[in-house]
């Protein structure tokens, strides 16, 4: 089949915008992605582990959180970035997907993606 975009301009939609037979067959995956990474994705292709950002920066503010025992640095912010980390000892962040259409639109409207929206909570804090 393919891939097929959709842009989502209210996450909180609930209507599914792709035909029936989309939604009944089992085998259709989705992924949710912020909107600022559609230009390099129509551009490059989808690249496997190739988020725009460096592993590194996130290790830091991460590391920085932790040693401070800095109590700001909530569950929610700790929990995701830790996922993000312990993906791939290479620092890679494998894509996720999701066989709920909800779930994906829930993903792309963390603005920057998960890790990104969860690092700048970090950082705000």
């Known amino acids: ?13 609930v209507i599914y915008p792709f035909p029936r037979e989309m ?3 089992p085998r ?3 992924h949710g992605t912020s909107i600022g990474y559609v230009e390099r994705i129509e551009q490059m292709g ?25 109590e700001d640095y909530k569950d929610y912010s700790r929990v995701n ?10 620092g890679r962040i494998p894509a996720s997907f999701t066989q709920i259409y909800w779930n994906a639109c ?4 963390n603005i920057g993606g998960e890790t ?6 970090a950082i705000d804090n």
């Open 1 to 13: 089949m393919g891939v097929i975009q959709c842009i989502i301009n209210d996450p909180n939609d």
């Open 23 to 25: 939604f009944e067959n």
């Open 28 to 30: 259709i995956i989705y």
């Open 46 to 70: 989808w690249v496997m582990n190739g988020q725009p950002f460096d592993i590194n920066d996130v290790k830091f503010v991460n590391n920085l959180c932790l040693t401070l025992k800095y």
């Open 81 to 90: 970035l830790g996922w993000a980390l312990a993906n791939d000892e290479k």
């Open 106 to 109: 829930s993903y792309a409207s």
């Open 116 to 121: 990104l929206y969860y690092l700048m909570i």
